[in-house]
């Protein structure tokens, strides 16, 4: 089975600072990948996603990620972050039902990333 | 577009109480899901559709109906709530079925189960 470990449950960093959100998945089979954020009271959007193609993807908000089949990583950067950027961010893979053989996403557990002045 | 409604934005049930959870697209969205969210455990897969009259179970069906009587609407009802149930609920929309579609979510149901 296909699962998602977010290693970090809390990022504290400086503003202006870089960030990396790590993301490991466990998979033998082609996957989907993606970062969605939950700005707090709100529900979660899409932030990224890698489907194929080129390993590093570029999403919104000056964020990207980096596709890694090797180590089975997909984790999530920006060079500079904002106040604003004070979320919580979620990785999440596609995942095969042994049941029904249907895809379904799988989230991790969560970031909480909380940028300080 | 309002996107994904999502009604009521907090809701106090006794145990053993039912409810539906409301949830609304106007993007003619085949595919719609409910998640139940916990703090430390990400967002769980409890019930999903892939378009009206079809639903399916998700990872945690437990204690939860759904039915989806039109493409606008997938309401959730919890038929005899539980302290277990207390969570907050999203519910999410995409194109299709497809999971490299972008999943649009509501803003969430706080629900607590005394």
């Known amino acids: 089975a296909q699962s998602v470990t977010q290693l970090d449950s809390q990022v504290p960093v400086f503003e202006e600072a870089p960030v990396e959100l790590r993301c490991n998945y466990s998979?033998?089979?082609?996957?989907?990948l993606f970062w969605y954020v939950q700005y707090p009271n709100q529900g979660l959007q899409l932030l990224l996603k890698y489907l194929s193609g080129s390993t590093l993807v570029k999403g919104i908000n000056g964020f990207e990620a980096e596709f890694n089949k090797s180590q089975t990583s997909f984790h999530l950067r920006k060079p500079s972050v904002h106040i604003s950027d004070t979320a919580e961010y979620f990785c999440?893979?596609?995942?095969?039902?042994?049941?029904?053989?249907?895809?379904?996403?799988?989230f991790g557990s969560g970031t909480r990333l909380q940028v300080q002045p | 577009n309002a996107g994904v409604t999502q009604t009521p934005k907090f809701q106090v049930l006794k145990t053993g109480q039912s409810m539906t959870l409301q949830c609304a697209q106007d993007?003619?969205?085949?595919?719609m899901s409910w998640y139940r969210q916990d703090p430390g455990m990400g967002l769980r897969l409890i019930h999903y559709s892939v378009g009206a009259g079809i639903t399916d179970q998700g990872e945690v069906p437990n204690g939860y109906n759904v039915s989806r009587s039109t493409t606008e609407d997938f309401p959730l009802r919890l038929l005899s709530a539980a302290p277990s149930q207390t969570s907050v609920y999203f519910c999410?929309?995409?194109?299709?079925?497809?999971?490299?579609?972008?999943?649009?979510f509501g803003p969430g149901t706080r629900l607590t189960v005394l």
């Open positions: 999410a929309s995409s194109y299709s079925q497809g999971v490299y579609n972008e999943q649009f």
């Open positions: 993007m003619n969205h085949e595919y």
């Open positions: 999440a893979v596609t995942r095969r039902r042994m049941d029904t053989g249907r895809r379904a996403l799988t």
């Open positions: 998979s033998s089979v082609s996957v989907y």
